[in-house]
């Protein structure tokens, strides 16, 4: 009697984990700072700079002033020649008849903005009450390294320097994420240990005083009135006088 052929025993594929990637978020601005449209990202950043250029080596104020001026001369004497040689005024005839719906441009975008207002604001409760220490210190870095640089740069410098970071910063810490947690949680942890070896040193060094603070509060004052039972033979005899009397 023939047996059947062995079967080769095969083992079922091991699924392997997936490997985690870093979070990208579907915003525009995000997708912007990301160089996501290298061509878009590039348009933005040039325009930026060239109006920080202007604004630099422009007076915006008298700019607009003077702008503002010229149009009105122009367009008023253009108005005036035309009705007084053509019985007509051209501005007037050919002119824009309706202001730009400036508002139906304006208000779906600050809608927008308002709607996020409160993600913000819950964001920015977390940092300040330490949701997340590591998020916290990271907040409290960004902004010391602001401070500092308003305090020894002008507004333009920062303006500029902060334009440069926005396109930059974002694209770096995407690339290197993880390297970037681990480094920071690494400083969280090396911190907190070096705060707890701090505590327990104060607390050792002012142990002794504080014991001896205590000491001194528990002491039980001394009485210094006089004992009631010396005081009655007195008033006995008060008493037999008055009535011999």
């Known amino acids: 009697m023939s047996s059947a052929p062995a079967v080769p025993h095969t083992t079922a594929p091991q699924a392997t984990a997936p490997i985690s990637k870093p979070h990208t978020s579907d915003s525009p601005v995000c997708d912007l700072l990301l160089w996501k449209n290298p061509i878009n990202s590039g348009k933005i950043l040039g325009g930026a700079l060239v109006s920080l250029l202007v604004l630099k080596k422009v007076n915006i104020i008298t700019f607009f002033l003077r702008l503002f001026y010229t149009v009105f001369f122009i367009s008023g004497s253009v108005e005036f020649l035309t009705k007084l040689f053509l019985g007509q ?10 202001c730009p719906n400036t508002v139906g441009f304006l208000k779906p975008r600050i809608d927008a903005l308002l709607k996020q ?3 913000k604001q819950a964001k920015m409760r977390g940092l300040v009450f330490a949701h997340s220490p590591k998020n916290t210190f990271k907040a409290a870095g960004v902004v010391w390294v602001l401070h500092k640089l308003f305090s020894v740069l002008s507004i333009w410098t920062v303006l500029f320097i902060s334009v440069i970071a926005a396109f930059t910063l974002p694209l770096i810490y995407h690339i290197y994420q993880v390297e970037i947690d681990t480094a920071v949680n ?3 942890l090396h911190a907190k240990k070096q705060g707890k070896i701090a505590g327990s040193m104060a607390y050792k060094k002012a142990s002794p005083v504080l014991q001896k603070v205590g000491s001194r509060f528990n002491k039980k004052p001394t009485s ?3 004992p009631v039972a010396a005081a009655a033979p007195v008033a006995h005899t008060t008493g037999a006088s008055a009535s011999a009397l």
Do not use: Q
């Not at 051209?90 to 002119?95: I, N, W």
């Open 117 to 119: 207002l409160p993600v």
């Open 186 to 188: 690494k400083g969280y």
């Open 89 to 98: 005024g051209l501005v007037t005839k050919y002119g824009i008849k309706e």
């Open 224 to 226: 210094t009135s006089t």
